[in-house]
């Protein structure tokens, strides 16, 4: 179960201190990060995610990557609005977020960097059951609990009939997606506007 924080499950990246990093320092954690979204999603065991704050850009990444979503009732959001910064929503984002809720609801969340509240994730398939605040790290430990209980070789092969392709076609252009994002972010019109979103922070 991966859980977060009551008023962000998780805020994003931690754009005051990636703001120092020079390019190669930029490049260095994007592929650790690249690599721990990969990890999550392709992990041999049944992952729920207990969302009960806010989840916007990497923070739905991280969400995306899980088996499953659950989140509390209530005036959060959820969603990839890393278009409105300037930079290109993540490849291994963009192909979860289209495995989950298909090519017309990806195109509107993230060409127009929409943030939506749980209620309208739920109606899309972003989210698979809204609950209590205080239930929702219950219901994500109770799905995972059911699912712990099947036998485990043969959830594993039907988890990676999910998993497999993404990974294999993320690597073959790895490098080439790294470079273009990096060249996006470092853009100035970009570091200008993320400037601006990191005195939110």
Known sequence: VLAGGDKFFSIGLNLPELLEYDRRGMAEFWTLFDDTVLDLYTLPLPTACAITGHA?????????ACDFRFAA???????????????????????MLRQVVG????????YEGKLIGMEEAKAVGLIDAIVPAEEVELRADAQISELAAMPVA????????????????????RQDLN???????????????????????
Not at 73 to 95: C, F, S, T
Request: proline content about 7%; aromatic content about 8%; overall charge positive.
């Open 56 to 64: 916007p850009a990497a923070g739905a990444i991280l969400a995306l």
């Open 73 to 95: 009732a209530g005036p959060k959001r959820i969603g990839l609005n890393e278009i409105r910064i300037g930079v290109p929503v993540p490849y291994l984002a963009d192909r």
């Open 154 to 173: 043969a959830f594993i092969l039907t988890k990676q009939h999910r998993t497999r392709d993404i990974p294999s076609q993320f690597q073959a252009i």
């Open 103 to 110: 090519n017309c609801v990806a195109n509107e969340l993230e």
């Open 179 to 201: 470079r273009a994002f990096m060249d996006c972010w470092f853009a100035p019109a970009t570091q200008d506007l993320l400037k601006e979103a990191a005195q939110r922070f």
